[in-house]
């Protein structure tokens, strides 16, 4: 409060001295052109410096009422809108400057601030939203796990049941493992801690690859593959990044689809851009399952629920995103539904 006090006084000063020498001056031409007697000069001296004094003073006054209103209060509503948003309040948003004030420069200034606080109160949510859901994803698993290890340790299990208890018991585990995992990587990928290590490798060869690694799931539900892959589609990109994004959709594909039904996969190369579509004939989605299809532990479909966990496409997508990749998705309820990713010509080449 002190330093305030002198650093008002300081600004007074300069201030008087400034006025005082620019209406001194003002006055020593006026009383030189009108050649008064030095008597009545002499009188006057004492009226000036008062008027001077006056003046100061009068401008002073204004000055710091300019600066209260126009300067002083519209920092200091960003000065309590960054304290409360400092405090984890991004809820809160500054009132813009009025225009008529003469500072509206402030209001940029503002607006970026009330941005930071929306993007904020975003990331919160989600982060909010994050860690319910990956509780409540962790809580399935682990009580399938719990409830048929206590049925395990009972005195009079068949060892048919002791076998249908044991898998059980594997597949939850399997679950939270997967879960876990997928947390993982979406955390590093997020925090861009994974860098893609691009290299010239052969497209079709490795969706034939991950198609393979299905064959058990295909085989087991009696669906039918159809392959439409040119060969030696290559592309210059992250193969461990983009098997990921392969895999998701392969298996989303599989797991929709029901007994007997057809999974299609295509690769093919259109105009420098490697494009892989897969679809399913599997139960489809409506156009607001659509929206939000790739958001973390979304899942459109519940009865499917327990063979996944909601992160596979967020994962995709965030893959497609830091690879330069496009994902699109074309579903009819009932119908199926097709994914396409097309790598873009900096990423791709043909073969």
Not at 220 to 233: F, P, R, S
Request: proline share 3%; hydrophobic share 40%.
């Amino acid at each position: 409060m002190k330093n305030k006090k002198l650093a008002g006084v300081y600004k007074f000063i300069v201030f008087f001295l400034l006025i005082s020498f620019v209406v001194t001056c003002s006055f020593f031409l006026f009383f030189h052109f009108l050649d008064l007697p030095e008597e009545q000069i002499r009188q006057a001296a004492p009226v000036t410096f008062g008027n001077v004094m006056l003046i100061t003073l009068i401008f002073w006054i204004l000055d710091t009422l300019r600066r209260k209103f126009f300067t002083e209060r519209p920092v200091m509503r960003i000065t309590k809108g960054l304290e409360r948003i400092s405090a984890g309040d991004f809820d809160t948003r500054i009132q813009p400057v009025s225009d008529l004030s003469g500072m509206a420069e402030y209001n940029e200034i503002i607006e970026y601030i009330n941005k930071m606080a929306q993007e904020l109160s975003g990331v919160e949510t989600l982060r909010t939203d994050f860690v319910s859901n990956v509780s409540h994803e962790m809580k399935t698993p682990l009580a399938v796990i719990r409830n048929y290890a206590a049925l395990l340790s009972g005195d009079n299990v068949s060892p048919t049941e002791r076998k249908e208890y044991a898998e059980a018991i594997d597949q939850a585990t399997r679950r939270l493992s997967s879960l876990v995992e997928n947390i993982l990587k979406l955390n590093k990928l997020e925090n861009q801690q994974i860098y893609p290590q691009k290299r010239t490798y052969d497209l079709s060869e490795q969706i034939c690859q991950c198609l393979l690694d299905f064959e058990n799931q295909w085989e087991e539900k009696d669906i039918a593959i159809d392959t439409d892959i040119d060969d030696c589609v290559t592309v210059t990109a992250d193969p461990e990044l983009l098997s990921i994004v392969w895999k998701n959709l392969i298996s989303n594909a599989l797991k929709f689809t029901e007994n007997g039904g057809t999974v299609s996969v295509c690769v093919r190369q259109e105009d420098c851009f490697a494009i892989v579509s897969v679809s399913d004939t599997g139960c489809g989605m409506d156009s607001d399952t659509g929206r939000h299809i790739f958001e973390k532990f979304y899942q459109g479909d519940t009865s499917h629920s327990s063979m996944g966990n909601g992160l596979g496409l967020a994962l995709v997508k965030r893959i497609a995103d830091i690879t330069g990749a496009e994902i699109t998705v074309e579903s009819q309820l009932g119908k199926g539904s097709t994914f396409t990713v097309k790598l873009p010509k900096e990423v791709a080449h043909g073969g």
